[in-house]
């Protein structure tokens, strides 16, 4: 595709439900990064993933959240149990190579009620 | 742990008048940095990278500095307009296969 894809675009879910969202890179980038941003805060580092290396998993906050990503295609990023303080947008973003320049997405927009 | 820091957090200018955004990192050894703007409740659009081994990066009106050993980029964006209102972002990367780490942003108003 032209650009970073993500979806839905908004989710508003209940506490306590599970959530996916769903981050399409752009053709042939092989890194993918998940970023938090909070209303009126910064970007808040998520995960992760170079091609097949291990993914730096160390912004997750918890054990409710998990990403899986096959090869240097679509990546899902999970939360379960969602709680009120989930309630962000999650950016996704993707480079062609490791060193390259970051295209993000538009965002899913979560709301927790 | 690197640290990012935008300073000022906001800025009004009146239109035509050149802007200039300030980035600090507290670890020098970076590997690239690169600048975004981000339009209120949208995603980021990237505006300049530049590697650890360049001085400079330019795109039309854009205008990029970076000073690894006093840990300083500069945004500069001449003959401002009102559609540059924004915010503005840099993000350093540590080495070639580190996450992205964020400044807190630059909220940019180019007033008329």
């Known amino acids: 595709g032209a650009g970073v894809s993500q979806s839905p675009s908004n989710k508003v879910t209940e506490k306590g439900k599970d959530v996916e969202l769903r981050c399409d890179p752009i053709?042939?980038?092989?890194?993918l990064y998940w970023y938090r941003q909070r209303l009126g805060q910064g970007l808040e580092f998520l995960i992760y993933?170079?091609?097949?290396?291990?993914?730096?998993k160390s912004g997750l906050p918890s054990d409710r959240f998990s990403a899986e990503r096959t090869g240097e295609s679509v990546s899902t990023l999970t939360i379960q149990r969602t709680q009120q303080e989930d309630s962000a947008v999650y950016l996704c973003?993707?480079?062609?190579?490791?060193?390259?320049?970051?295209?993000f997405g538009q965002g899913t927009r979560l709301t927790v009620v | 742990k690197q640290e990012v820091t935008q300073i000022p957090a906001a800025l009004s200018v009146p239109e035509g008048e050149n802007l200039v955004l300030n980035c600090s990192f507290t670890?020098?050894?970076?590997?690239?940095l690169q600048w975004f703007r981000q339009d209120p409740g949208k995603g980021l659009t990237s505006l300049l990278l530049?590697?650890?081994?360049?001085r400079e990066q330019t795109s039309g009106r854009l205008n990029a500095s970076l000073d690894k050993s006093s840990g300083r980029s500069t945004l500069y964006i001449a003959a401002s307009q009102p559609g540059d209102s924004a915010t503005y972002l840099c993000?350093?990367?540590?080495?070639?296969?580190?996450?992205?780490?964020f400044g807190g942003g630059t909220r940019v108003l180019v007033k008329p």
């Open positions: 973003a993707s480079s062609s190579t490791q060193a390259t320049e970051a295209f």
């Open positions: 053709s042939g980038h092989t890194a």
């Open positions: 993933f170079q091609g097949n290396s291990a993914p730096d």
């Open positions: 670890d020098s050894a970076i590997y690239n």
């Open positions: 530049i590697q650890s081994s360049q």
């Open positions: 993000a350093v990367k540590r080495a070639a296969g580190n996450k992205l780490t």
